[in-house]
């Protein structure tokens, strides 16, 4: 008719009025309304087959006939860098299916697959034209803003080798008033010809109802997932975050999805899914089992581990990072003891052979290759608990190039650099190991992990404490980070809260350490918890890629979210229910976006974690790198755990809250296998001791026994009240 186009979404050239943006679990829905015709269009991925489907329906309200054309474009990468790969890439239409077919055929890992991009009969149809040409499409600096392809009647219908290569579709259609109509395309990757077939594949996704069972099978599956535990509190905001959104961010972006819009990743950080994997003992315990098995086979065997990696080949860095593989002794420990499956120690995995760094070498990119040696699951966590006993002059473990703040890369980088956070965590995993190890049958490291536990205490108890909290590291020279005496970074958060959650530290040190964190790091006035102060800037002490961030932006004195919620465990463990609840608010990314001022000041989704929220002007309170973080899974054990008390252990549930001395409690659904506990918590300041009703009766002991016998159960948990002046 007139020319004119725009996109359903807002961007990349939305037209005029309002864009309605709605994400649901495992789908998005954008519904917008031009010039009389009204789009929505539905985008989701497949839950087992590689395909993106975008279904547009279109309705004609303009109170007149419609001559209208539906565009897909995708542009084609193939490889990890666009510039790199498009050379390679070459572009043909399907004779059987009329799908857009490319290949790159010089990509090392899926030089065999083949990607389609298709529509409804696609170039079957009259009228359609098809381009490969992404310079034809875009114009010569053009963009898709306005791309120099919708000012013409038709694509070029070229494809082939030796373009900037691209796949669109162009689909004329007509319109009467009130008639509307349903467009699908479909974005895809199959294997080589013969093998999966992608015109096959086309051709079946084509059926009537394919894509309405695709994505009732994503509904389907997020709903049972998502539904393993479901709480009803006081808190609206709580409810809204634990039974979705936290669990959905942990499974589909972190352990799927691997990449964000902050992180065009993909790969397995050896440590970070490992934890996010430890929150779905509930929901999806298989995944964290498979994990910890996944995990296992990137380890070399001298103990330490690949810090990341790229599936499926396994390219990736091996470093000095000193926390990375103890997490597989840790996950392994929680998962076993949560599902009784004990069986997973004896699980065989391979090891790495790789050559080992080089003295002035801090990690190297390489492929290392599967040896032949093999081990159980218990003996790689055994490997990587002997390999963090590695001390420096105070007894501290080494910190090597890094902790879990990778961003202080060079505080041990030299080799005599010590962890006082990681002489925390690796007293907490040796204490959680030992009972693991003694039923396992190995009572000699059991009693190693003990001893060398307490001496992990000795030396915190000597050399941690800075007279009012816990110092954070020593540096290669012995600089104490973390101390008053510092004139940047005198007081980090991680090791004043794991002081407490370890059950390292001394319990009067304890209270000092988390008032200090209370007064120096938790910022109300912006809703944050820093993550230390004051952040590093002028200082002559280098610390490493930290001090390469503004002060007040991400670990250099930011929130970092993730140590955010660890305090706010601490405070939770230490019974402090007023102080705990206020800092959950504090950090709940919903409470940041309820109002209009709150909402320009965060910028970023609210319903989802941050990884990090800036505490430097004029950027205070503004939310940095959302949804590929693990602050998601750590967040949604802060609730469930912490502050709702759930503790499951093997067959068993028991509750242990930290609630507002105003709630009278909560309830919760909680599947087990197929079968429903409906769950009522009571807090009473009538009863000292915790009392379990199962279906009206009181049971001998105060936890509840979990049976998988396929029939709705009613119970009633009796909690003592928290006493109104809780710390």
Not at 1 to 28: I, K, M, Q, V
Not at 301 to 323: A, I, L, N
Not at 448 to 456: F, I
Not at 681 to 697: F, K, P, S
Request: proline letters at 4%.
């Amino acid at each position: 008719e007139s020319g004119a186009f725009w996109s359903p979404t807002a961007l990349p050239c939305g037209g005029d009025g309002l864009h309605t943006t709605r994400h649901g679990f495992g789908y998005s829905v954008f519904d917008h309304l031009q010039d009389g015709v009204q789009s929505e269009l539905t985008v989701f991925v497949d839950l087992e087959a590689a395909i993106k489907f975008s279904q547009l329906r279109v309705r004609n309200q303009s109170g007149r006939s419609r001559k209208l054309s539906a565009t897909g474009y995708v542009e084609w990468v193939l490889g990890d860098v666009q510039s790199k790969s498009s050379m390679h890439v070459s572009t043909e239409v399907d004779p059987h299916s009329g799908a857009i077919l490319a290949r790159n055929p010089y990509s090392p890992e899926f030089g065999d697959r083949v990607a389609f991009f298709d529509a409804d009969n696609a170039t079957r149809a009259d009228g359609v034209s098809v381009s490969g040409d992404r310079r034809e499409f875009l114009g010569r600096n053009g963009t898709l803003r306005n791309p120099a392809a919708m000012h013409r009647v038709a694509l070029s219908n070229r494809v082939g080798s030796g373009l900037d290569p691209c796949a669109a579709l162009q689909l004329p259609f007509e319109l009467a008033d009130g008639q509307d109509r349903v467009i699908i395309f479909r974005l895809g990757s199959a294997g080589r010809r013969g093998m999966d077939d992608a015109g096959l594949m086309v051709q079946h996704l084509r059926e009537p109802h394919a894509l309405q069972g695709a994505l009732q099978a994503v509904h389907d599956y997020w709903t049972q997932t998502l539904g393993a535990v479901q709480v009803q509190t006081p808190d609206i905001a709580l409810n809204l975050l634990a039974n979705g959104w936290l669990l959905y961010q942990t499974l589909a972006c972190r352990l799927w999805a691997r990449t964000g819009f902050y992180q065009s990743g993909g790969a397995f950080g050896f440590r970070d899914q490992l934890q996010d994997g430890m929150a779905l003992v509930h929901a999806a315990p298989g995944l964290l089992r498979e994990h910890l098995l996944r995990c296992a086979a990137r380890q070399f065997s001298e103990g330490d581990v690949q810090h990341w990696w790229h599936p499926p080949q396994g390219r990736g860095v091996r470093t000095r990072c000193s926390d990375d593989y103890l997490w597989l002794a840790q996950a392994t420990c929680r998962y076993v003891l949560t599902t009784g499956d004990a069986a997973v120690l004896k699980e065989l995995a391979p090891f790495l052979r790789g050559r080992a760094l080089n003295p002035e070498e801090d990690s190297y990119y390489d492929l290392p290759v599967l040896g032949s040696e093999r081990a159980t699951l218990y003996e790689h966590c055994v490997r990587a608990l002997r390999h963090g006993l590695r001390k420096g002059v105070h007894g501290l473990p080494l910190m090597g190039s890094g902790d879990w703040n990778d961003g202080m890369n060079l505080v041990g980088l030299k080799g005599r650099g010590e962890s006082i956070w990681l002489a925390f965590f690796l007293f907490d995993t040796l204490q959680r190991f030992s009972p693991l190890a003694r039923a396992f049958g190995d009572a000699d490291f059991a009693d190693l992990c003990l001893a060398e536990a307490e001496l992990l205490r000795s030396a915190i108890d000597q050399h941690g404490w800075d007279g009012a909290w816990y110092r954070r590291a020593y540096s290669d020279d012995g600089t104490a980070i973390g101390s008053a005496s510092n004139d940047e970074c005198q007081i980090d958060s991680v090791t004043q809260s794991w002081a407490v959650l370890s059950g390292a530290g001394d319990a009067t040190r304890n209270r000092s350490a988390m008032q200090a964190l209370d007064q120096r790091l938790v910022r109300r006035d912006l809703g944050l918890i820093q993550l230390l102060t004051p952040p590093f800037d002028h200082t002559a002490l280098n610390p490493g890629y930290i001090k390469g961030y503004l002060p007040g932006v991400r670990e250099n004195g930011g929130q970092y979210t993730h140590a955010a919620i660890w305090a706010v465990m601490a405070f939770a463990a230490e019974g402090d229910s007023r102080l705990a609840w206020e800092f959950f608010d504090l950090i709940n990314p919903l409470r940041h976006g309820s109002t209009a001022e709150q909402v320009t000041r965060y910028q970023v989704e609210p319903y989802v974690m941050a990884a990090d929220v800036y505490a430097v002007t004029p950027h205070e309170g503004r939310g940095g790198w959302t949804w590929y973080t693990g602050s998601a899974s750590w967040m949604y054990r802060l609730i469930l755990e912490s502050l709702l008390g759930l503790r499951l252990e093997a067959q068993t549930l028991s509750f242990n809250p930290c609630l507002p001395a105003e709630w009278s409690g909560f309830s919760l659904q909680y599947r087990w296998g197929a079968t429903v506990y409906a769950i009522e918590v009571q807090q009473l300041a009538e009863i000292v001791d915790t009392r379990v009703m199962l279906d009206g009766v009181l049971q001998d002991t105060p936890v509840l026994q979990l049976q998988d016998d396929g029939v709705a159960h009613t119970v009633v948990i009796q909690v003592p009240a928290q006493p109104t002046n809780a710390r």
